[in-house]
Nanobody, 124 residues
Framework: QVQLVESGGGLVQAGGSLRLSCAASGRAFTTYALGWFRQAPGKEREFVATISWSGGWTYYADSVKGRFFISRDKAKNTVYLQMNVLKPEDTAVYYC?????????????????WGQGTQVTVSS
């Protein structure tokens, strides 16, 4: 089994920054791709960013490119999402997810394991 626990969410003003963390435990994560998704009220869950097991490959949704940065610390089994220049439309519950196949997919079905989510609220 795999467990993912997100933290770091909160309330921030527009233009501010937050860093989300996702601690992974259970099976070995060194071959997994890890991703971040988000879901705003009344909307479908959407892809935000993903990172390869080595950390050498990353991919971002166009809506966050240049503002959000994903990274991982394999020694700590943790993935991070640094979010800068936050906008009210970034308000959502953010979820961490693990893809054991390491495909760097942007689709929800490509991820087998999910965290419980952490709320990010950006005020205008």
């Amino acid at each position: 089994q795999v467990q993912l626990v997100e933290s770091g969410g909160g309330l921030v003003q527009a233009g501010g920054s937050l860093r989300l963390s996702c601690a992974a435990s259970g099976r070995a994560f060194t071959t997994y791709a890890l991703g971040w998704f988000r879901q705003a009220p009344g909307k479908e869950r959407e892809f935000v960013a993903t990172i390869s097991w080595s950390g050498g490959w990353t991919y971002y949704a166009d809506s966050v490119k240049g503002r959000f940065f994903i990274s991982r610390d394999k020694a700590k089994n943790t993935v991070y999402l640094q979010m800068n220049v936050l906008k009210p439309e970034d308000t959502a519950v953010y979820y961490c997810a693990a893809d054991p196949r390491g495909t760097l997919t942007t689709t929800l079905t490509g991820y087998d394991y999910w965290g419980q989510g952490t709320q990010v609220t950006v005020s205008s």
